[in-house]
């Protein structure tokens, strides 16, 4: 029994032995059935003021909290005390010995097993979870569980931006540049589309110089937890580079070597890197070259990693290499900075390149572009 259930149990009998007394000196039928009122009144204050479930947290120092079990997460147990009225208080999982509650908890393991009971100390660093299916408590060894209560997550988390970058010049010189540049991802728990967008234009004195256009789409299927299997495209154009469309449709495997909460440190925690290699076919469709089109290779590296809340270093390429071909090869990378100035708007600077080891007759092999954009993150 828990102290305070001792204290109020003690209290009820304390205010039921002297309402009788009072009673039956006093000899009023009507003043007995008031005082009996009264005390079961104060018999259910402390009812009342306990209605939240109880539950026992021990520590490895031999100490004992009576507390409210809220979650466990990312090595941190959550509990409401019953002595302090503030914020809920953060307790290191490594530090408890056991826990035990009169309320059903879901506990997750290392493994992957998520458990549904009423928990309770066996020994310390041993819980027993108590199931209605099983008659018997399932024992767990604490070091063993991943979370307690975690948070519900939603069915798809999505990322994304959008940028836009312009500059113009009237008077003696005519310019004037514009660039366009999206992003989004959707996870969910077995699959993560990617869409990728940019396009930029320029023209001086009334002369068209720059015009292109560049997206790629993908879908990944996660077989394992790392390992998934991603199909998608590449469609690019560009006015300079004598190509009306380069189309590429790739597939193959991929490994996410880092991904969100892989780290305690706040600075990695949500880093993410992954490669991924596989097949595709490669067709360039050139307005006065000939048009080629041939099987190819393809690697690709994606890396991610917001450093601080405010500022966020990526990077992305992928390679085409013919498999018909040697010396016939593509490929095309990004990569910036990016950081919040005010709530969700972003301002990016950015390095795009691309390479083409056989171009149409006349073009140079290596495109580069310098951006700089202002833009709109946004996350679920």
């Known amino acids: 029994m828990y102290p305070d259930e001792w204290r109020m149990e003690m209290r009820c009998q304390f205010l039921v032995v002297a309402t009788f007394t009072q009673s039956r000196q006093g000899g009023s039928m009507s003043r007995t059935l008031s005082s009996f009122m009264v005390c079961i009144w104060l018999c259910l204050l402390p009812v009342w003021g306990l209605a939240e479930p109880l539950g026992k947290l021990s520590l490895k120092d031999g100490s004992e909290i009576y507390v409210e079990i809220l979650e466990m997460t990312e090595?941190?147990?959550?509990?409401?005390?019953?002595?302090?009225?503030?914020?809920?208080?953060?307790?290191?999982?490594?530090?408890?010995?056991?826990?035990?509650?009169?309320?059903?908890?879901?506990?997750?393991?290392?493994?992957?097993?998520?458990?549904?009971?009423?928990?309770?100390?066996?020994?310390?660093?041993?819980?027993?979870?108590?199931?209605?299916?099983?008659?018997?408590?399932?024992?767990?060894?604490?070091?063993?569980?991943?979370?307690?209560?975690?948070?519900?997550?939603?069915?798809?988390?999505?990322?994304?931006?959008?940028?836009?970058?312009?500059?113009?010049?009237?008077?003696?010189?005519?310019?004037?540049?514009?660039?366009?540049?999206?992003?989004?991802?959707?996870?969910?728990e077995r699959l993560r589309l990617s869409i990728l967008g940019r396009y930029l234009y320029g023209e001086t004195d009334n002369q068209i110089v720059a015009r292109n256009a560049f997206g790629t789409i993908k879908l990944d299927f996660f077989l394992t937890k790392r390992f998934y299997w991603n199909a998608g495209a590449l469609f690019e154009q560009d006015t300079f580079q004598d190509l009306n469309l380069r189309t590429s449709l790739f597939s193959g495997p991929g490994y996410q070597f880092i991904d969100v909460g892989d780290f305690a440190?706040?600075?990695?925690?949500?880093?993410?890197?992954?490669?991924?290699?596989?097949?595709?076919?490669?067709?360039?469709?050139?307005?006065?070259?000939?048009?080629?089109?041939?099987?190819?290779?393809?690697?690709?590296?994606?890396?991610?990693?917001?450093?601080?809340?405010?500022?966020?270093?990526?990077?992305?390429?992928?390679?085409?290499?013919?498999?018909?071909?040697?010396?016939?090869?593509?490929?095309?990378?990004?990569?910036?900075?990016?950081?919040?100035?005010?709530?969700?708007?972003?301002?990016?600077?950015?390095?795009?390149?691309?390479?083409?080891n056989t171009p149409a007759s006349g073009n140079k092999k290596s495109d580069k572009q310098y951006l700089l954009t202002v833009g709109y993150a946004f996350e679920s």
Do not use: C
């Open 75 to 188: 090595g941190f147990i959550t509990v409401k005390t019953l002595f302090h009225d503030g914020d809920p208080m953060k307790i290191k999982w490594s530090e408890v010995a056991g826990i035990t509650s009169e309320d059903q908890v879901k506990v997750v393991l290392n493994s992957g097993t998520i458990l549904q009971g009423k928990p309770t100390m066996l020994s310390p660093g041993t819980l027993g979870i108590k199931t209605d299916i099983l008659g018997e408590p399932i024992p767990v060894a604490v070091e063993s569980v991943m979370a307690v209560n975690p948070p519900v997550k939603p069915a798809v988390v999505y990322t994304g931006n959008l940028n836009f970058g312009a500059s113009k010049i009237t008077g003696n010189t005519r310019l004037q540049n514009y660039s366009f540049l999206g992003e989004l991802i959707a996870r969910s």
């Open 265 to 356: 440190n706040p600075y990695f925690k949500k880093m993410q890197l992954s490669a991924e290699a596989g097949l595709g076919f490669f067709n360039e469709d050139f307005k006065n070259a000939n048009d080629r089109n041939n099987v190819t290779g393809r690697w690709a590296v994606n890396f991610n990693w917001p450093v601080h809340p405010a500022l966020t270093l990526f990077h992305q390429h992928q390679g085409f290499p013919s498999l018909e071909k040697r010396s016939d090869y593509y490929m095309t990378s990004q990569q910036g900075i990016r950081w919040h100035m005010l709530e969700n708007f972003v301002s990016t600077l950015q390095f795009n390149w691309r390479y083409d």
